[in-house]
Every structure is written in C-alpha cells, then in structure tokens.
C-alpha cells in the first residue's frame, strides 16, 4: 500500500463529472485503550480474516456506468480524502476501520491506510446512487499492494483515492491500463489485480464501528510485464 501521500489539485476531476455527469478526561481514554485492545484481539483471534482470494471478485465489463452525480458529490469526496490524509498517520496495517469509526470515533484510529480511504470514498458516493467497486493491485504472489475506488463513464475507467496519482480521470479503455497508470512513478509492484463491489464482499462497511481484520490475499487478473519490478 501506497505509504507516500502528496497535496493534490482534484479541481480538473470534479469540473469533469460535474460536465459529464450534473481527571475523567484521563480515565475516558483509558478506557477508550482498553476497549480497543480487547476487541482487537477478540476480532483478530475469533473471526477468520479475509483476504483477497476470498473476495467475490468481477470483471472489468460488469462494472457499472455512474449516473448522474452532483458537482458536490466530488468535493464531499475531495474534503473527506483530505480530512483522512491530513489528520491520521498512513503506515499500512492488517486492522481496518470503516468510516463510521473513521469519521465519528478519531480517537481510537492511529492511522489510515489505502482501503480505509477507499470505504470513506464508497460511502459518500453509494449515497448518490454510485456503485461501490474497488480495485485491489499488487504482487500475486504475496498479495500486498494498493487499492483505489474505480468508476467507469461512457465506457471508459477512471479512479480516486488518497494517494495523488489515485485520481485518474475517466480515459482509459480497459482497468489494466489504468492500473499502470495509477503505480506510474511509485515503488509498487504489481503484476495482477482484481476488482469486486464493496457492498457485496462487506455488507456493513458503512457502519460497522468495529475494526475487522483484513490479510493479503493472490489476485486473479494477471499484468505481464509486472509494473515496478525489484532490482
């Protein structure tokens, strides 16, 4: 996951789909530790985590057309990329939280990786009638990489997340041209990827306040030559 996150100017974006589319302090935080740590550990010991491999994963030509969205759907989306990038850490880790916990409960969040900000970006736009769908890329074989929301506009592919080349505009007739344009620059590997609707593979990533463990899985989609190979 992308660990390198820079100041972004997603003013081109939004212009575009608006065109195309229309004393007790102390112990309060004791105790806010505590629970943390429990049901962490409760989660992470008892619920079988989920990786990749388990996901029910789609192809590119089933990801849905986006409606009409709102100009202000894009800057709702533009203020909460901002307001997760600018007030927590972006070390990756294996705990995700959704929104709900991210956006209501900051002080149990150390920090926010990749997925996290994609789920925040899922939740805003399903309001306004947009699908779900994400795409996960990374290296097969140990199942680590990058996620980012993807939505298609008259047949063609865009994206938006929290990194600034995840903020692709709608241009490229297939995902995996977009996936190379997307790690263009950066130090990830990737030589497979899949995508998957949210909702589907997490019915309560909306509004579970929960965190729920999430491992590296393989992805299905094979990219050949792999992007970012090590040296």
């Known amino acids: 996951m992308l660990t390198s996150f820079k100041k972004y100017d997603h003013n081109i974006i939004i212009s575009i789909f608006s065109h195309q589319n229309q004393g007790g302090v102390v112990m309060k935080y004791i105790y806010q530790a505590l629970f943390i740590i429990i049901s962490t550990f409760i989660l992470v010991g008892c619920i079988e985590e989920i990786g990749w491999d388990k996901l029910t994963v789609i192809s590119e030509d089933e990801v849905p057309e986006i409606g009409v ?6 800057e709702e ?3 909460i990329v901002d307001l997760l990038m600018n007030n927590f850490g972006h070390e990756p880790d294996s705990i995700i939280y959704g929104p709900t916990a991210l956006l209501n409960e900051p002080e149990r969040i150390v920090s926010v990786n990749c997925i996290e900000v994609v789920f925040a970006i899922a939740s805003l736009l399903e309001s306004y009638g947009v699908e779900p769908i994400a795409i996960a890329m990374g290296d097969k074989k ?3 990489g990058h996620s980012v929301f993807l939505y298609k506009v008259a047949g063609y592919f865009g994206s938006l997340g929290g990194n ?8 490229y007739s297939t995902t995996k041209e977009l996936v190379r344009a997307i ?5 990830v590997y990737v030589n497979a990827y899949d995508i998957f609707n949210i909702r589907e593979n997490f019915p309560d990533y909306d509004t579970a ?11 299905s989609n094979q990219i050949d030559p792999p992007l970012n190979p090590p040296k």
């Open 69 to 74: 969205v709102p100009m202000k759907a894009f």
């Open 77 to 79: 989306v533009n203020n």
């Open 142 to 144: 140990t199942g680590k």
């Open 164 to 171: 600034f080349q995840d903020w692709q505009l709608p241009i």
């Open 183 to 187: 790690v263009k620059g950066t130090k």
């Open 209 to 219: 306040t929960l965190p729920f463990p999430l491992k590296a899985g393989r992805f």
